[in-house]
């Protein structure tokens, strides 16, 4: 089964913003191509986002393939396609030997990206970025919980389940967490799935 990541990123957070306007932050997390790219682009914190959910989804596809997997994002390039109507697709060269298959939804307010090792596993994905209702602004708790409410409900609805059997897990791992998995009772389910949460706006992507 191909694996999945996603990342999103609210371009209004306190942090975000001081970041994109950090002229050092992008020479710590892009090469130098991108950096370029970014200097000259008509919206350079959307770019310079752009490159860092595209870097982010690869590591967390990254780390289900090799959990030992470090997070180098100024060796990894992206290279991004033309703009279709809806969204930019990208790859993320990691190696000579492992390329990242993305795509970039833009918005006024966030940028979001999911991808997956396997390119034709992109059109399979179901994904969705959310706004946290009022009141959950930048309370990571209470994010990260509707986040898995939305998923949930999804994934019960595609798979003609009851939500209520279904949960998300995550198990700690040499001080990390592992990437989430969804059980129905005590049984994993067969599909991939990735979360995000960032400021106002949380995601969620599936491969059935």
Not at 64 to 86: E, G, M, Y
């Amino acid at each position: 089964m191909p694996h999945i990541g996603n990342d999103i990123v609210d371009l209004k957070q306190p942090d975000n913003l001081k970041s994109s306007m950090d002229s050092r932050f992008p020479k710590k997390v892009l090469t130098v191509s991108e950096v370029e790219f970014v200097q000259n682009a008509q919206n350079p914190a959307r770019a310079l986002w752009s490159f860092w959910a595209c870097k982010e989804t690869a590591y967390k596809i990254i780390k289900k393939i090799n959990p030992d997997a470090s997070f180098l994002p100024r060796q990894w390039v992206v290279c991004l396609s033309p703009p279709s109507r809806h969204f930019i697709d990208a790859i993320v060269l990691v190696s000579e030997n492992q390329t990242i298959y993305s795509r970039l939804f833009l918005d006024d307010h966030y940028v979001y990206c999911m991808g997956s090792e396997v390119a034709e596993a992109l059109d399979d994905v179901i994904c969705e970025a959310i706004k946290l209702p009022a009141g959950n602004d930048g309370e990571t708790e209470n994010g990260n919980s509707f986040l898995r409410q939305c998923a949930l409900l999804k994934i019960a609805q595609h798979f003609h389940l009851n939500p209520a059997d279904l949960k998300i897990e995550r198990k700690r791992a040499g001080g990390e967490l592992s990437p989430p998995y969804v059980l129905k009772g005590d049984s994993r389910l067969a599909i991939d799935i990735s979360l995000s949460h960032d400021g106002r706006f949380c995601a969620y992507a599936f491969l059935p």
